[in-house]
């Protein structure tokens, strides 16, 4: 028959390993939510960069676009003043 220091021993050694095995299972979940918590990290910041990307994007497209509309406009005045002066027109264009 087991002393009463023995039962007291055996059921303290049960609740530390049962104690070890929570322990391990708690690091577990904290890794997973760490690694879960990370990977939002990355994807946030992935769609903070591109949306900063297509904001930059559009505003040299906006400048080009001005920039073309510019040059139309010039261009158009341009040969507007070349057919009223009857010279400078491309070969094929005329009056």
């Known amino acids: 028959m087991a002393t ?5 021993m055996s059921a303290a050694v049960r609740a530390a ?3 070890k095995e ?3 299972v708690a690091a577990r979940e904290a890794d997973r939510l760490l690694q879960q918590a990370r990977k939002q990290a990355e994807s946030e ?3 903070r960069r591109l949306k900063q990307t297509l904001l930059k994007t559009g505003r040299v497209l906006k400048a080009a676009g001005r920039a073309a ?3 139309a406009v010039a261009a158009g005045i341009a040969a507007a ?3 009223r002066s009857g010279r400078n027109l ?3 264009q005329g009056r």
Do not use: Q
């Open 4 to 8: 009463r220091t023995d039962r007291f």
């Open 17 to 19: 390993r049962r104690a």
């Open 22 to 24: 929570w322990a391990v």
């Open 45 to 47: 910041d992935r769609r």
């Open 69 to 71: 509309l510019v040059a």
């Open 81 to 83: 003043r070349a057919e």
């Open 90 to 92: 491309p070969k094929g």
